[in-house]
């Protein structure tokens, strides 16, 4: 019945969604569920479910409905006002443990997750690399609410900042290492978002400053010296299109980098490093 609701509204993940949804309304793990049809159903947990297809009719995202979200391998809270973490933005940990293997960045780094959100980037690396400090700036109060959250929920060592990003690194840095996911979609792609993302998840969040998806990877770099160590690295997300120009920005702040593709084959995160000759 809740599948076959959820393909009346056309959803294309109505199978797994309802699933989800109800597994999430009865308090049990989806194979949980599944291995438990026969059980009885309380008139509360109908009642529930049936809250939470309603929820979902109307495209809100089954992550705020159900209050979280894997990063990592680890399960987030999230909800109104703060982003949904992706599977793409994973690739900045991948690649900064890559970097802490080879010491590239020492053991003991100060890490910065600027645009910190559900606090998924700096709660991994904290957890991931231990003996790092781990600092994280947002400007929402409410997504940094939820990152608070997280950070107890994982007994994460994170000093967390509520405010300008640019302004955290400036005060509390040099840094060995930042990350950002930052804003970059451009305001005039709001139609051809999913209504999901478009109609719930913070605007804050998604769009670029000005207009301009490279305005904040082109802050970072041109304000490196004010927070960065001088063997510091950056990793940073990109917008699918962003990639052709960033090879340029990088050069122009006299900077080395790479890019590197996310599992669909985009260019999806910038890094960036001072040529050895420069530190
Ligand atoms: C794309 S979201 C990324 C959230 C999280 N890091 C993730 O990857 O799921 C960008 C975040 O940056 C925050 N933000 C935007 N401008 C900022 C600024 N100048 N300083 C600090 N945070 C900022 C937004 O509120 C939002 O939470």
């Not at 900045?92 to 010491?103: H, Y």
């Not at 700096?122 to 997504?143: G, H, R």
Request: proline share 8%; with cysteine.
């Amino acid at each position: 019945m809740a599948r076959a609701f959820l393909e009346r509204k056309e959803l294309p993940e109505a199978r797994l969604e309802a699933d989800l949804l109800v597994a999430h309304a009865l308090g049990l793990p989806r194979l949980g569920m599944l291995l438990q049809l026969d059980r009885p159903v309380e008139p509360a947990e109908i009642d529930r479910a049936r809250d939470a297809l309603v929820r979902r009719a109307r495209r809100e995202p089954v992550a705020y409905i159900t209050g979280e979200r894997e990063f990592y391998g680890r399960p987030f809270c999230v909800g109104p006002g703060c982003l949904i973490p992706r599977p793409e933005t994973e690739g900045i940990v991948d690649l900064a443990k890559d970097w802490m293997r080879q010491g590239l960045v020492p053991v003991d780094a100060r890490i910065l997750d600027l645009g910190t959100g559900s606090g998924a980037l700096a709660i991994s690396l904290a957890l991931e690399w231990p003996k790092a400090t781990v600092v994280a700036a947002e400007l929402s109060a409410d997504a940094l609410a939820w990152a608070r959250r997280n950070g107890e929920r994982h007994a994460a060592q994170v000093a967390w900042h509520l405010g300008d990003g640019f302004e955290v690194a400036r005060r509390e840095g040099p840094f060995d290492l930042v990350v950002s996911n930052p804003p970059y979609v451009r305001r005039a792609d709001l139609p051809s978002l999913a209504p999901e993302v478009r109609d719930h998840e913070p605007h804050e969040a998604l769009f670029a400053p000005d207009g301009d998806p490279d305005a904040f990877l082109r802050r970072l770099l041109e304000g490196w010296s004010q927070w960065m160590a001088p063997l510091g690295r950056m990793i940073v997300e990109l917008g699918y299109d962003q990639s052709p120009r960033v090879l340029g920005l990088l050069r122009q702040s006299g900077l080395e980098g790479e890019l590197v593709r996310d599992l669909s084959r985009i260019e999806r995160l910038a890094s960036a490093w001072k040529p050895a000759s420069a530190s």
